[in-house]
């Protein structure tokens, strides 16, 4: 009886401290979590069991400033299907969501800088294809013959503080390269013949051309930005001045970076 009524005893989210209904309780490594707070982790996030109740209370506070960042982020490209890519290059930031409404499912928004890494991996499916004989009975062809189908995912390595990869699937749906026609396993399909084959295997390539570009782009620009400014003599006003960030003199305000 004291097991069975420690089990339904009433607890409290360590969190926002309401009460935690019957199955609603989260486990923390110190702690117990309502399914509200949980709900307001990042989606990415994987480690809850061995956070504390500090560690969740930092993430919370981060997600709410990420509200912030959603309100900023202006799509202007869209690869993927569900979840997909979205990418704000004015702003050189990207997420990865299957949300419609980013207001409300508040997806991490991640600089183009945070990208580490990218992998596109293409799944081969391969089923064994039968037929119904005289009897009705579903057998085997001889030789065996199969159908091929195919699967797009990509993974985004990043730095962030709460998880270290996104993955989306590039298409809907799997990629039947000959499903009414199933063929011996020696004459395999030329996949790359296939249409949506090609379309989905570009898309791949391109998202991880794009983010691993523009990553390093982004980052050549923070190194010269820290590198030390050399003193050059103004053609304008005859100082010697080091160029401000924009290139300007610091005296009499000329655009000098470009001159020797």
């Not at 809850?48 to 709410?64: A, D, H, N």
């Not at 996104?166 to 000959?178: A, D, F, I, T, Y």
């Not at 051309?209 to 053609?235: D, F, G, H, M, S």
Request: hydrophobic share 30%; proline share 5%; glycine share 6%.
């Amino acid at each position: 009886m004291a097991l069975f009524g420690k089990l339904f005893e009433k607890k409290v989210c360590s969190i926002c401290g309401g009460e935690i209904g019957l199955l609603g309780n989260r486990k923390l490594e110190d702690g117990n979590m309502c399914k509200t707070c949980a709900a307001k982790l990042s989606p990415w996030f994987s480690d809850r069991r061995s956070s504390t109740v500090e560690e969740i209370k930092r993430q919370l506070e981060y997600r709410e400033e990420n509200k912030e960042a959603v309100r900023a982020f202006h799509v202007t490209r869209s690869l993927g299907d569900s979840p997909r890519l979205l990418l704000d290059e004015d702003a050189r930031k990207f997420t990865v969501t299957s949300a419609r409404n980013l207001a409300e499912a508040n997806p991490d928004i991640l600089d183009f800088s945070q990208v580490t890494g990218c992998d596109v991996d293409v799944s081969e499916n391969r089923s064994e294809a039968h037929f119904r004989d005289r009897e009705g009975k579903m057998v085997s062809y001889t030789p065996p013959r199969y159908t091929y189908s195919y699967d797009f995912d990509v993974t985004i390595r990043v730095n962030h503080p709460y998880f270290d990869t996104m993955k989306l699937q590039l298409n809907p749906s799997r990629v039947e390269v000959n499903p009414d026609n199933p063929v011996p396993a020696m004459r395999k399909p030329n996949e790359r013949l296939n249409r949506d084959y090609r379309e989905y295997e570009e898309m791949g390539e391109e998202i991880k051309k794009i983010l691993t570009e523009v990553r390093q782009q982004v980052r050549n620009e923070v190194r010269e930005a820290a590198a030390p400014k050399a003193a050059l003599r103004c053609p304008y006003c005859g100082a010697t001045t080091t160029p401000d960030a924009a290139g300007n003199c610091e005296y009499c305000g000329a655009f000098i970076a470009g001159n020797k």
